[in-house]
């Protein structure tokens, strides 16, 4: 009996012993789950704020762009209304811009052409205009447009004309100044 109660001790010894292990391990990998998670966790969070950080820079630059574009394509009709003219139109097609110019904008471009109508047949046309934004600063632009110019019934004399534009911050869009940069005709060496 004394050898029943030995072996009887002895299994339930090791086996107290190896659920012990057991539960010790258990304990450890839990601890270690929740160490992990909570790294995890903080990982998770700091991205998440990243990405909230990065969103909103995101957002904000997207918010400039679509402000620059919208004000792009405003400079962009204007320049489509003013410059085609023809000798009928030379002096009228300020009239359609008047309410998107500053006052001193409208007398500048006035003061740059003749104050008679031509007495001849005259043709300007735009072929082409491109608006590009002027660094980062979503108010100022540079209009680039290739323009065809018939006097008389001479031929088409294509040239580029090239302006600085200043957009007034605010709604509406007014154009609060425009510099010429110049004009490039090309020419050919005979």
Wanted: aromatic share 8%.
């Amino acid at each position: 009996m004394n050898l029943n109660r030995l072996l009887v001790g002895s299994v339930l010894g090791l086996l107290f012993l190896v659920m012990g292990g057991s539960l010790f391990l258990l304990v450890r990998e839990n601890h270690d789950l929740k160490e992990a998670a909570a790294t995890e966790s903080q990982s998770i969070a700091f991205e998440d704020s990243y990405s909230s950080e990065e969103t909103e820079k995101l957002d904000q630059e997207e918010e400039k762009q679509t402000d620059a574009s919208a004000k792009a394509l405003f400079v962009e009709g204007v320049f489509q209304q003013f410059l085609p003219y023809t000798e009928d139109t030379y002096l009228s097609r300020f009239d359609g811009v008047a309410d998107k110019l500053d006052d001193a904008v409208l007398d500048q471009l006035k003061g740059m052409v003749a104050t008679l109508e031509p007495g001849i047949r005259v043709q300007n046309t735009v072929q082409d205009l491109a608006v590009y934004t002027k660094g980062t600063n979503t108010d100022h632009f540079l209009v680039v447009a290739r323009v065809s110019l018939q006097v008389g019934e001479g031929i088409d004399s294509v040239y580029t004309q090239v302006y600085q534009v200043t957009v007034a911050p605010g709604e509406p869009y007014i154009i609060k100044n425009i510099a010429s940069l110049g004009s490039i005709a090309p020419f050919e060496l005979e």
